[in-house]
């Protein structure tokens, strides 16, 4: 079976660096594969690449960046995250769900709560105790997201295939 591709929201420069360091500080590290990301879709079926290809660019082109807020943290049970709130990436996200209708996975026909992945896989205590020190260290802060990412999921590491910076007038 071929691989899925993934799609995730960029992260600016200053809240990578951030999220990066809680992440290699905090996620085990025979797991932590990836860098710290935004998913926004899960997996797409690789006879979707072409289609993909061609119309997140045209998206990213129309509208201008979603902003988002960091909110706290969110409680992934077995992991922690810091959580984001997104209105115009969430309608954004809804949009290219609507264009992929029929094609999504179960996973992917959630409802999102955007969020970057700082801790996973642990046990619930663990979680619990980094979400106590933590608490009190997260600031809300504001940012945009520069671009929608498309990656090739190879089991543990990612391969990017294509970024797409926004380039776009209308806000979401």
């Known amino acids: 079976m071929a691989n899925p591709f993934i799609v995730t929201a960029k992260l600016p420069p200053d809240i990578q660096g951030w999220a990066e360091g809680l992440r290699r500080a905090n996620y085990p590290a025979e ?4 860098h710290a990301h935004v998913t926004m879709f899960h997996s797409f079926a690789p006879s979707l690449l072409e289609e993909l290809k061609d119309y997140l ?3 990213a082109a129309e ?3 979603p902003e988002a807020d960091v909110t706290g943290l969110l409680d992934l049970g077995s992991g922690t995250a810091i959580a984001l709130a997104s209105p115009q990436l969430l309608s954004l996200r ?3 769900a609507e264009h992929f209708h029929g094609s999504l996975t179960a996973q992917d026909l959630y409802e999102p709560r955007p969020h970057i992945t700082i801790q996973n896989k642990v046990t619930k205590r663990e979680a619990r105790a980094l979400q106590a020190e933590l608490a009190p260290t997260i600031e809300e802060r504001r940012f945009i997201f520069p671009a929608l990412e498309l ?3 190879k089991g543990g590491p990612w391969d990017l295939v294509k970024a ?3 380039r776009g007038k209308e806000r979401l």
């Open 94 to 96: 809804a949009m290219i």
């Open 31 to 34: 797991r932590n594969h990836l």
């Open 151 to 153: 990656h090739l999921y």
């Open 164 to 166: 797409c910076a926004f």
């Open 57 to 59: 660019p045209r998206i």
């Open 63 to 65: 509208f201008a960046a």
